[in-house]
């Protein structure tokens, strides 16, 4: 760490500046594919921003007042609804009064102090926002207070119920393994084959009897030398509709009649083989790229999650300092990153910009530290991209979780696979120590390979996930399905590489539901 270096200040809201306000604003017209010139009359930098300060009945009269006019664009009625539909879901996150939060608190602490809740609150430690002057915690606020306070940890009483983590965010076998097989100077080792079935079932009466329900699950694509030899098994229904190759958010997409008082299931079955990556990088080798048009998109600022922000101009600055050298860039901007500690997210469409949330906030998850990764090597000319999807174990844990990493662009090597968020292993072996920078585990199945991507086909009503494809999308002709109306299941069977696809076997068989552990 550098003597300038500095820690993001830990704030219970982002903090954003009127003279770069405006690109934000392209958080809902240019996700709904609308020109800002058309959002004009409606005055969204005014709603998004009082969105964003929990003015909600100064956002909705605003809204109301826009949607009246009969005159109003079709794209910007869209923007604006899905406004007001962003402070419903923003109402689901922050639902604790401070009633709700302290007796979740003292289920813990039984003898809390109230001088202890009010500095955890004041520190930023408890995740709030003041709704038209009444403060709301965010539903996971405690779970995430115990990850990002030793004190409030310690002052826990037993038993106390150890937090879930995978088995490849420390130093495993496994790193060792895929370290020693690219030794020789292979880049795709250790692979490992296995079946998965992931499911999403909608609640009983969420939508009417006899109504059609579309539902999208997420597919990996083929990404040579990651993931190959993917073989489709089945769906419920029959005849799941696979997104073509190129599509940057792969579906599965089915349909089914809703039956009264029943449950509608959709599920996809599939294999493939996954392939840690490992990149033996020489940073003396490193030079900057030259820009070119394939490059470019991923060098540019991309409202409104990736955007050059003076808080982050002066941030890189002070990480970087006077280093030039592109892989060293990236290494300081990782272990900076790295060092903002992992809480449980509210939702990512709640959230206006993520890499600035991600910055102010004191806190982060894979998304939010990814986007925020992305969004400074940019700034310093590296090329940066997105992936995601889902990690797994064959331990006898049977870990799995949703997760979000990335790939940036070093020349001569190419691109490269990174992971802010599982971040440096502890071990005096820098190979093992920076893994994440330049390798990936062989546990891990990408659905996406951008955020914020259409779908094909795509979905009518908004999306429940405006950035990332995990869990899976359910609609109706009534509107969207929201994640409190559906549940999901992530189940994988670990397959030996010789196994016939046709053939049941192998060695871990694991099921997942529901919400991520804490």
């Given at each position: 760490m550098e003597s300038g270096y500095r820690q993001p200040v830990a704030t219970g809201q982002p903090h954003r500046s009127a003279a770069w306000l405006r690109p934000l604003l392209l958080a809902v017209a240019l996700s709904l594919g609308s020109p800002m010139h058309v959002l004009a009359a409606a005055s969204p930098e005014d709603v998004v921003r009082q969105v964003d300060a929990g003015r909600f009945r100064e956002a909705e009269a605003a809204i109301a007042g826009a949607l009246a006019d009969p005159a109003l664009e079709p794209q910007a009625r869209r923007a604006l609804e899905f406004e007001r539909e962003r402070m419903r879901r923003i109402r689901l996150d922050f639902s604790l009064d401070r009633e709700a939060v302290l007796a979740q608190l003292r289920r813990h602490i039984p003898d809390l102090r109230e001088a202890e809740f009010e500095a955890w609150d004041a520190a930023g430690l408890l995740e709030h926002m003041d709704i038209d002057g009444q403060r709301w915690w965010f539903k996971r606020a405690v779970s995430n207070l115990?990850?990002?306070?030793?004190?409030?940890?310690?002052?826990?009483?037993?038993?106390v119920r150890p937090f879930t983590e995978g088995p490849f965010e420390t130093l495993h076998p496994h790193h060792a393994e895929v370290v020693a097989a690219a030794r020789d100077g292979a880049t795709s080792v250790a692979p490992r084959r296995l079946r998965v079935t992931q499911s999403l079932v909608v609640k009983p009466d969420a939508v009417p009897a006899g109504e059609t329900v579309r539902a999208w699950i997420p597919y990996p694509r083929a990404i040579p030398g990651q993931q190959e030899d993917i073989r489709f098994v089945g769906s419920v229904p029959e005849g799941a509709f696979i997104a073509p190759e190129d599509t940057l958010q792969r579906t599965a997409y089915?349909?089914?009649?809703?039956?009264?008082?029943?449950?509608?299931?959709?599920?996809?079955?599939?294999?493939?083989?996954?392939?840690?990556?490992?990149?033996?990088?020489?940073?003396?080798?490193?030079?900057?790229?030259?820009?070119?048009?394939?490059?470019?998109?991923?060098?540019?600022?991309?409202?409104?999650?990736?955007?050059?922000?003076?808080?982050?101009?002066?941030?890189?600055?002070?990480?970087?300092?006077?280093?030039?050298?592109?892989?060293?860039?990236?290494?300081?901007?990782?272990?900076?990153?790295?060092?903002?500690?992992?809480?449980?997210?509210?939702?990512?469409?709640?959230?206006?910009?993520?890499?600035?949330?991600?910055?102010?906030?004191?806190?982060?998850?894979?998304?939010?530290?990814?986007?925020?990764?992305?969004?400074?090597?940019?700034?310093?000319?590296?090329?940066?991209?997105?992936?995601?999807?889902?990690?797994?174990?064959?331990?006898?844990?049977?870990?799995?979780?949703?997760?979000?990493?990335?790939?940036?662009?070093?020349?001569?090597?190419?691109?490269?696979?990174?992971?802010?968020?599982?971040?440096?292993?502890?071990?005096?072996?820098?190979?093992?120590?920076?893994?994440?920078?330049?390798?990936?585990?062989?546990?891990?199945?990408?659905?996406?390979?951008?955020?914020?991507?259409?779908?094909v086909p795509a979905k009518t009503h908004f999306r429940s996930e405006t950035v990332d494809s995990q869990r899976g999308e359910a609609e109706w002709r009534g509107g969207n399905l929201y994640f409190d109306q559906w549940d999901y299941r992530f189940e994988w069977q670990m397959l030996p590489l010789t196994t016939n696809a046709a053939t049941d076997g192998g060695t871990t068989s694991n099921i997942s539901m529901g919400e991520r552990g804490e």
């Amino acid at each position: 760490m550098e003597s300038g270096y500095r820690q993001p200040v830990a704030t219970g809201q982002p903090h954003r500046s009127a003279a770069w306000l405006r690109p934000l604003l392209l958080a809902v017209a240019l996700s709904l594919g609308s020109p800002m010139h058309v959002l004009a009359a409606a005055s969204p930098e005014d709603v998004v921003r009082q969105v964003d300060a929990g003015r909600f009945r100064e956002a909705e009269a605003a809204i109301a007042g826009a949607l009246a006019d009969p005159a109003l664009e079709p794209q910007a009625r869209r923007a604006l609804e899905f406004e007001r539909e962003r402070m419903r879901r923003i109402r689901l996150d922050f639902s604790l009064d401070r009633e709700a939060v302290l007796a979740q608190l003292r289920r813990h602490i039984p003898d809390l102090r109230e001088a202890e809740f009010e500095a955890w609150d004041a520190a930023g430690l408890l995740e709030h926002m003041d709704i038209d002057g009444q403060r709301w915690w965010f539903k996971r606020a405690v779970s995430n207070l115990f990850r990002l306070s030793p004190e409030a940890a310690a002052r826990r009483a037993p038993p106390v119920r150890p937090f879930t983590e995978g088995p490849f965010e420390t130093l495993h076998p496994h790193h060792a393994e895929v370290v020693a097989a690219a030794r020789d100077g292979a880049t795709s080792v250790a692979p490992r084959r296995l079946r998965v079935t992931q499911s999403l079932v909608v609640k009983p009466d969420a939508v009417p009897a006899g109504e059609t329900v579309r539902a999208w699950i997420p597919y990996p694509r083929a990404i040579p030398g990651q993931q190959e030899d993917i073989r489709f098994v089945g769906s419920v229904p029959e005849g799941a509709f696979i997104a073509p190759e190129d599509t940057l958010q792969r579906t599965a997409y089915m349909e089914r009649t809703a039956v009264a008082g029943q449950p509608t299931e959709f599920s996809v079955t599939y294999e493939l083989t996954v392939y840690a990556r490992r990149f033996d990088i020489d940073p003396d080798r490193v030079v900057p790229v030259e820009p070119t048009p394939e490059l470019a998109p991923f060098l540019e600022e991309r409202p409104p999650h990736v955007v050059f922000t003076p808080a982050l101009r002066e941030f890189s600055r002070q990480v970087v300092g006077t280093e030039t050298n592109p892989y060293r860039i990236a290494q300081k901007l990782f272990a900076a990153v790295d060092r903002i500690p992992w809480a449980g997210a509210r939702e990512y469409s709640t959230i206006s910009n993520i890499s600035d949330y991600a910055f102010h906030a004191g806190h982060a998850d894979c998304g939010q530290q990814t986007l925020l990764l992305i969004t400074l090597l940019r700034m310093n000319g590296i090329p940066a991209r997105w992936q995601s999807g889902w990690v797994y174990s064959d331990e006898e844990v049977g870990y799995d979780n949703m997760h979000d990493w990335g790939w940036l662009y070093l020349a001569p090597y190419g691109w490269v696979p990174m992971d802010v968020t599982t971040g440096q292993l502890a071990s005096d072996d820098p190979a093992l120590r920076w893994f994440y920078l330049g390798g990936l585990d062989a546990y891990r199945i990408a659905f996406n390979d951008d955020y914020s991507r259409d779908f094909v086909p795509a979905k009518t009503h908004f999306r429940s996930e405006t950035v990332d494809s995990q869990r899976g999308e359910a609609e109706w002709r009534g509107g969207n399905l929201y994640f409190d109306q559906w549940d999901y299941r992530f189940e994988w069977q670990m397959l030996p590489l010789t196994t016939n696809a046709a053939t049941d076997g192998g060695t871990t068989s694991n099921i997942s539901m529901g919400e991520r552990g804490e």
